[in-house]
């Protein structure tokens, strides 16, 4: 168990609708990153908070958006959805700005599966 | 230039054998190299690291092997025994920043 814990692991909605997914980083860690699992796209960086403030955005659509709250949790908001946002979305914290210090790690929770029908 | 290419896309191995996977990178600026495993309803946790400043890293039965001149780097694992059967993800990135580049990522089966 990494410690990160991501809600709700399994999600079906459909075309058009909004949908929210909750993180909440290890006890402790600053950073939160999230990553989107596809069969096609594989592991892609979407984007990184680190104590409440954005540093970094990956392949993130502009429908996407995020924020990290002043409890440290985090919430990747996902709207006007499409068939194509299928996915395994992945949260993922660190201690730093950055991966952990010494291994680099960062610590993945188990993921929320995303079905658009 | 972003690119982390990763292979096989997947791997049979008996047990006791010996586990190749292969990543190659373009962007010269990478310098932490970080294998991932990721077992079935999982996220990916890692395996073992390296930064491009030494040739090989071996952590038990895994060791990572570096080439900065050709620009590729590969896992390998040892005695392979059927616990190991997960998806390895290479990845990359320039500086511990967390953003990583993510390969294609390699299913290992180690048959018993």
């Known amino acids: 168990d990494s410690g990160v814990t991501q809600t709700p692991k399994h999600l079906i909605t459909a075309t058009g609708q909004r949908v929210t997914l909750r993180c909440s980083p290890r006890?402790?860690?600053?950073?939160v990153y999230w990553y989107q699992q596809s069969l096609d796209q594989g592991l892609q960086f979407l984007i990184q908070?680190?104590?409440?403030?954005?540093?970094a955005k990956g392949n993130i659509l502009e429908r996407f958006s995020a924020q990290q709250f002043p409890d440290l949790h985090s919430e990747l908001n996902l709207s006007s959805l499409e068939l194509g946002d299928s996915a395994l979305y992945f949260c993922?914290?660190?201690?730093?700005?950055?991966?952990?210090?010494?291994?680099?790690?960062?610590?993945f929770g188990e993921g929320s599966r995303l079905t658009v029908l | 230039q972003q690119q982390v290419k990763q292979s096989p896309q997947s791997l049979i191995v008996q047990k006791g054998g010996i586990s190749i996977i292969n990543c190659a990178y373009e962007n010269t600026a990478f310098d932490y190299f970080p294998w991932y495993q990721q077992f079935p309803g999982k996220g990916p946790a890692l395996l073992i690291a390296i930064r491009p400043d030494v040739s090989e890293k071996k952590e038990g039965r895994f060791t990572i092997s570096f080439n900065k001149s050709a620009k590729q780097f590969s896992l390998h694992i040892m005695d392979s025994q059927p616990g190991d059967s997960a998806t390895y993800f290479c990845?990359?990135?320039?500086?511990?920043?967390?953003?990583?580049?993510f390969g294609q990522g390699t299913t290992l089966q180690v048959k018993p």
């Open positions: 908070y680190y104590n409440g403030e954005e540093r």
């Open positions: 993922a914290s660190s201690p730093v700005l950055g991966g952990s210090p010494n291994t680099g790690e960062l610590f």
């Open positions: 006890s402790g860690d600053l950073s």
């Open positions: 990845a990359a990135s320039k500086g511990n920043t967390g953003k990583l580049i």
